[in-house]
């Protein structure tokens, strides 16, 4: 045991349980998904996905590889140039989503989002409340409301074309090739003039 | 009868076919779903189904209320100011999905694309193919290829925050509210320096 209390092979058992909740999510949505059938499947005690996670809120953000502090994402963003914060936003969410442990994270997130209402209730609550908001908030125009769901659309238009429906050249562009195509609508969603 | 063979009766009877349809198609995809399953649950003879939508390919692409004939949508949309396209595409695409028959149109061709890799198939071949890509084609700038994959992407995003994660403020607003919002995104992408 390291001083921390952890063990070797922490990491394996905590992408088990990933997995696990994913297919989970993905399936059942968020509702009926419980800690102790993930825990089931992973082949580990609840207690441990508690361990690792906290809570099934913890577990849900993990599994839709949201970092767990969405202030600090925002907080990263929105250093550097004001100008180039929608290209910064592309690099951003790419990076997340492209480098998860599981390559189907997008996939499972958009399944059960459109599957389940209650699964589309917390993706709402994480993706806009928690990081579009604010961002439009920082961004200082007006209507930031209306700005964050604007970003939203695109964001998650973005997702589905790249993850779901592969669409090419989008499904193969690097994060690079992707942020100068959609940052200025990022960018005008943000601080631009909607008319 | 009238002298096109058709009974009274006949619209109440498609519209049942097509929710039929797109009950089947959002809950198993495209390729499990038969003429005679749908037939069935729509408690009438095939024969019928066939008479109205021709064949299973038709059934899908009136069960996603996308119109009969792509190449006159794209027809209709270039006419008018080519500096207008985006919110024209806006309107147009709104008009067809906001009063459909059943209003779980989008929320069917979603699920169903995102729960189905041969439904996610088909609808990158209805959409793109058939019109985004002539849409792209015909506005005149280079690599149409891209454009139309950009187009698919902020199209989708609109549809997946309007009608399945219902973000306000643009689940509430008008085709006419929105297209100055998201009419200069599309234009552009068909249109545009992408840089």
Known sequence: MSPGGR????????????????????????GPTSVRAVARAA????????????????????????????AVVVAG??????????????????????????????????RSAV???DSADRLRALLLRAILLPL?????????????????SQIAGLALARYVLRLEPLASATPDELAPLIGPTLQRYLTGELG
Chains 1, 2 share one sequence.
């Not at 063990?7 to 968020?30: C, E, K, N, P």
């Not at 082949?43 to 849900?60: A, N």
């Open 77 to 110: 963003l929105l250093q550097g140039d004001p100008e180039d914060l929608g290209e910064r936003a592309v690099r951003g969410f790419l990076g997340v989503w492209d480098t998860g442990p599981a390559p189907g994270t997008m996939l499972t997130l958009l």
């Open 7 to 30: 063990r070797a092979g922490d990491s394996g058992t905590r992408t088990a349980i990933l997995l696990a909740a994913q297919q989970a999510f993905g399936d059942q949505g968020y």
């Open 115 to 117: 599957s389940h209402p």
């Open 43 to 70: 082949g580990v005690d609840p207690s441990l996905v508690l361990h690792f996670f906290g809570s099934k809120d913890g577990l849900f953000e993990a599994a839709l590889e949201l970092p767990m502090d969405p």
């Open 136 to 152: 439009a908030v920082a961004a200082g125009r007006e209507d930031p409301e209306r700005r964050a769901a604007l970003l939203a």
